[in-house]
């Protein structure tokens, strides 16, 4: 046995890519800054054409963008990973699909981000992501049952928010005025009654900062991978 012994991490990722690539050097960073030296995470990677999955997503096929998954966390298990990362906030819609498929644990992100929230004191968070993330149950009820409010944009602001993600940010665009717009919707939810703010998409993490917010900012990427990082180093 090695003097630190690793959990192998799977990372589920290509949706999009650059949020994988944040998954990636945040998974290195914290095992480097916690073993120190040359440390680094072990860590398998599988990335999937984010182009299908989104068609996918359009056309409502949630069970065949399921299955595909699925059939990936497999290879991933096979390939010696101890525990599953899917590296996206909205394809948590196949989370359990994911789950059932496989032995090893998936850890769920909605459930890392609200244990973040709730250590800080908050019960009424506002959340932007995509659409499917702010508009469909499935996040805002995972959310919900660690005691959560969830505020989401009006339907103007959901689209604007959605448009942006996949027309600028998965492609590695970072414009000054969609900074801007998503500084006045967190405004506006703040307005509302929301304590903090989840960035419920990794690629928002690469615009928006707690700079951005009157309210404290909760990066649900960074999140999601301490605690893999937590399981993978534990005794």
Do not use: K
């Not at 040359?38 to 096929?61: K, M, N, P, Y």
């Not at 010696?80 to 998936?106: S, W, Y």
């Amino acid at each position: 046995m090695t003097a630190n012994p690793q959990r192998v991490i799977g990372l589920l990722g290509g949706m999009s890519w650059e949020s994988s690539a944040e998954y990636y050097r945040l998974a290195n960073e914290l095992v480097r800054d916690r073993l120190g030296g040359l440390h680094s995470a072990r860590v398998l990677l599988a990335s999937v054409d984010f182009a299908e999955i989104e068609r996918l997503q359009a056309a409502g096929e949630w069970e065949q963008a399921g299955e595909v998954l699925a059939q990936v966390a497999r290879s991933l298990e096979a390939g010696g990973a101890e525990l599953l990362l899917v590296c996206t906030n909205t394809m948590h819609r196949v989370a359990d699909e994911i789950q059932a498929a496989i032995d090893i644990p998936l850890l769920h992100l909605g459930d890392a981000t609200a244990r973040a929230v709730t250590r800080a004191g908050l019960s009424t968070v506002g959340l932007l992501g995509t659409a499917f993330t702010m508009e469909r149950p499935f996040y805002r009820d995972r959310l919900a049952r660690h005691g959560l409010t969830v505020l989401v944009p009006p339907a103007d602001d959901r689209a604007q928010v959605h448009r942006i993600i996949y027309d600028e940010l998965c492609l590695g665009q970072l414009l000054e005025p969609s900074r801007q717009f998503y500084r006045e919707v967190i405004a506006r939810l703040v307005d509302a009654g929301a304590e903090g703010i989840i960035l419920g998409c990794t690629e928002i993490e690469l615009l928006i900062g707690a700079a951005d917010s009157p309210v404290p900012v909760f990066p649900t990427t960074r999140l999601h991978v301490e605690a893999a990082v937590d399981l993978a180093l534990a005794p």
